[in-house]
Nanobody
Framework: EVQLVESGGGLVQPGGSLRLSCAAS????????MSWVRQAPGKGLEWVSS????????YYADSVKGRFTISTDNAKNTVYLQMNSLKPEDTAVYYC???????????WGQGTQVTVSS
């Protein structure tokens, strides 16, 4: 059974930091591109960041570049999103996403809420 289980969300003040984790199981983690996607209240899905572990390339949306860092621990089949200098507009449900670059098979986590508010 494929699972993507996010954790680490919560309430944080503007300027604060959080680290999200996504533990994967049920598929070959190293073969997949891992991404974080968010959905703010009343809005559509917004891509945040991706990492292609085979070539160690990372990509970020302009809105988070310089503040967020995506990384993986392949030994633990886990992808992280370190979020610094958080802003109220970062408030959203953050989803972990895995996609095979050739077959396009993809999986979603259940999401974790991040709220940035004073």
């Amino acid at each position: 059974e494929v699972q993507l289980v996010e954790s680490g969300g919560g309430l944080v003040q503007p300027g604060g930091s959080l680290r999200l984790s996504c533990a994967a199981s049920g598929f070959t983690f190293d073969d997949y591109a891992m991404s974080w996607v968010r959905q703010a209240p009343g809005k559509g899905l917004e891509w945040v960041s991706s990492l292609y572990s085979d070539i160690s390339n990372t990509y970020y949306a302009d809105s988070v570049k310089g503040r967020f860092t995506i990384s993986t621990d392949n030994a633990k089949n886990t992808v992280y999103l370190q979020m610094n200098s958080l802003k109220p507009e970062d408030t959203a449900v953050y989803y972990c996403h895995a996609e095979h670059p050739v077959t396009r098979t993809n999986y979603w986590g259940q999401g974790t809420q991040v709220t940035v508010s004073s």
